[in-house]
C-alpha cells in the first residue's frame, strides 16, 4: 500500500473486506509500506485481485514471519492489527436523490464494499442496533435545509426536499422538521456511546453537534419551521451534549450559507488553492493503534478540498478529541476523532477529497481517474476501522 507499489489503492480496501466475509483473519500492517495488508494466500484471493486490478506481492511463511518480526522490534513505530470480522455498513441518506454527490457511497461502491441506506424512520425504529458502522450523509440535522434558502428557495430540488421532510415529520408524529430531525440526532448520539462507529462528513459534522447542543430549542427562523426562533438562543446551547465542539457561535442571518463558527471556509481566504494542503498526524502505533490506523496513508500530505463545511475552528474542538489531520499555518482541524461513552466518532472536513469545490449540480467524481487517492483512503479507513480486534489506548 505504499505509493510506488499500489496500482488501486481505494480497491484493495473492497480486497480486504471482502476477504473478511468469507471469515478469514486479515492483519493490517500499521506504517509498514503505507498500511500494508496481509492476506492469506489461495488461489481465490490472487484472482479476486487480479480481476480488481489491485496490486499484490505472494511471500513465504518465513518472509512474513519476518516481516512480523521487524514489526514488533521496539525500535520500529509499526504494529500488526488482526482484522476479524466484515463491518456491517449503514449509510444515512434520504431516499430521494439529491442534487449533490456523496463521497462515501461513491468510495463505497468503486471498492465494491456492501452497505444498507437508512434513514429517519430506521433511526427512530432504533435499527442502528443492526449495523457496526454509521455513514452520515450532507445532512442538515438543525431542520434549517442546508441553509440553501438564499440561492436555493426556488428550484425544484429545494422545495420538493422541504415538502417530503414536513411530510415525513408529521408522519413521524412531530410538528417540525427540526424537532424531528433532533430526535434523529439523539437516537444516533446512543447508537454511539452503545458501543457504534460513527463517520460523518461536510456539514452532517457540525450541523449534528449543533442540533445535539439545541435540544429543546427552537433556532430556526420562519422560513424554515413557520415561527420565529427563542429569543437569547445562543446562550442556551448545551455543549455537554456535543460530540466534537464547544463554545461556537451559530450563524443568526438564515440568509448566509453557514451554520456556525465552527466552520473555517469563509476564515480561509488566505489559503490559496494551488498550496492548500493538511498534514496527518504522526502517532504511536504500538501505543495509539487507533488513531494510527485511521491515519494510513501512502503520503502525510493530503490535498485540502472544500465543502459546505470545509474544516473545523481549532480553538472550538473539545480538548478530548483527537486532531488526526489539520492545516496548522490557517489554525483548522480537518479530520477528527473521538470516543463517546462505548463507542467512537471521525468527523472529515469537506465535500469530496477529488473535487476542490464541488457545487450543487457538479457531475460526480468519477473514481477510475483517481484509484490512489489519498484523501478517499481516509474515508476506507474508517470503514476497515471496526473490524480490528480492539486494544486499549493508552492516551
Known amino acids: 500500500m505504499d505509493a510506488d507499489s499500489q496500482e488501486n489503492h481505494l480497491k484493495a480496501y473492497g480486497i480486504t ?75 444515512y441518506s434520504p431516499k430521494e436523490n439529491q442534487p449533490w454527490d456523496d463521497a462515501v457511497t461513491m468510495v463505497l461502491t468503486y471498492a465494491e464494499i456492501p452497505y444498507v441506506t437508512v434513514y429517519d424512520e430506521e433511526v427512530l425504529d432504533d435499527q442502528l442496533a443492526l449495523y457496526d458502522w454509521l455513514h452520515l450523509h450532507h445532512e442538515d440535522f438543525t431542520g434549517q435545509y442546508g441553509k440553501f434558502y438564499q440561492a436555493y428557495r426556488s428550484q425544484p430540488w429545494y422545495i420538493e426536499g422541504k415538502l417530503n ?49 439545541a435540544q429543546g430549542v427552537d433556532i430556526c427562523e420562519p422560513m424554515f419551521d413557520g415561527d420565529p426562533s427563542e429569543p437569547n438562543y445562543q446562550s442556551k446551547l448545551n455543549f455537554d451534549n456535543t460530540f466534537a465542539f464547544e463554545n461556537f457561535t451559530l450563524e443568526r442571518n438564515p440568509l448566509r450559507y453557514e451554520f456556525s463558527s465552527i466552520d473555517m471556509t469563509n476564515k480561509r481566504r488566505g489559503v490559496p488553492r494551488e498550496s492548500d494542503y493538511f498534514t496527518l498526524m504522526d502517532f504511536s502505533a504500538k501505543w495509539d493503534p487507533v488513531p494510527t490506523m485511521l491515519c494510513q496513508n501512502h503520503t502525510s500530505l493530503v490535498k485540502g478540498f472544500m465543502g459546505q463545511t470545509t474544516a473545523f475552528e481549532r480553538s472550538e474542538v473539545k480538548p478530548t478529541v483527537l486532531v488526526l489531520g489539520e492545516n496548522k499555518l490557517n489554525g483548522e482541524a480537518r479530520y477528527i476523532h473521538g ?8 468527523f472529515y472536513g469537506g465535500h469530496d477529497p477529488e473535487d476542490y469545490q464541488h457545487r450543487v449540480g457538479d457531475p460526480k467524481t468519477e473514481l477510475e481517474l483517481h484509484p490512489n487517492s489519498p484523501g478517499y483512503r481516509l474515508i476506507l479507513n474508517n470503514v476497515l476501522f471496526p473490524a480490528a480486534r480492539k486494544k486499549k489506548q493508552k492516551t
Open 17 to 91: 473486506y471482502w476477504v473478511l466475509t468469507k471469515e478469514q483473519k486479515v492483519q493490517w500492517l500499521l506504517n509498514y509500506r503505507g498500511g500494508s495488508f496481509l492476506l492469506p494466500d489461495g488461489e481465490a484471493i490472487r484472482k479476486e485481485c487480479r480481476i480488481r486490478g489491485v496490486s499484490f506481492e505472494v511471500i513465504s511463511d518465513e518472509k512474513a514471519e519476518a516481516i512480523l518480526d521487524a514489526i514488533s522490534s521496539p525500535s520500529q513505530n509499526q504494529e500488526a492489527v488482526i482484522l476479524e470480522k466484515a463491518p456491517k455498513i449503514a449509510v
Open 165 to 213: 421532510a414536513e411530510a415525513l415529520a408529521s408522519k413521524l408524529g412531530y410538528s417540525k422538521v427540526s424537532e424531528e430531525k433532533g430526535a434523529v440526532a439523539w437516537k444516533i448520539r446512543n447508537y454511539v456511546i452503545g458501543g457504534g462507529f460513527m463517520f460523518a462528513m461536510c456539514s452532517a459534522t457540525d450541523s449534528f453537534d449543533i442540533a445535539l447542543a
Open 339 to 346: 470516543i463517546k461513552g462505548k463507542g467512537f466518532f471521525t
